[in-house]
Nanobody
């Protein structure tokens, strides 16, 4: 299970910190990704972190503004979003995934709304 929180309404230039609390699987074995979907647009990847190692990755549109982090003790991933822009307005989703042999494991949260006003 994945539960996102931390969304809300913020003015341009402001900050929000999203949380993705996970349960029901071995957190350390999964990569955790953040996606977002704006009205009328396709879902896009924002950032990802692999709990088994490797560097976090970011979409070009958020590099330098967003930071993903992981707290293995709390089985929670965070997305710190700074200098928010109106184009960041979207529903943000958390995704946990791994693949064992040819079997994919893929879990999604319900999403949290982020609205950035001008």
């Amino acid at each position: 299970q994945l539960v996102e929180s931390g969304g809300g309404l913020v003015q341009a230039g402001g900050s929000l910190k999203l949380s993705c609390a996970t349960s029901g699987f071995t957190f350390a074995d999964y990569a955790i990704l953040w996606f977002r979907q704006a009205p009328g647009k396709e879902r896009e990847g924002v950032s990802c972190i692999n709990n088994s190692g490797g560097s976090p990755r970011y979409a070009d549109s958020v590099k330098g503004r967003f930071t993903i982090s992981s707290d293995n003790a709390k089985n929670t991933v965070y997305l710190q979003m700074n200098n928010l822009k109106p184009e960041d307005t979207a529903v943000y989703y958390c995704n946990a995934r791994r693949q064992v042999a040819r079997t994919p494991y893929d879990y999604w949260g319900q999403g949290t709304q982020v609205t950035v006003s001008t």
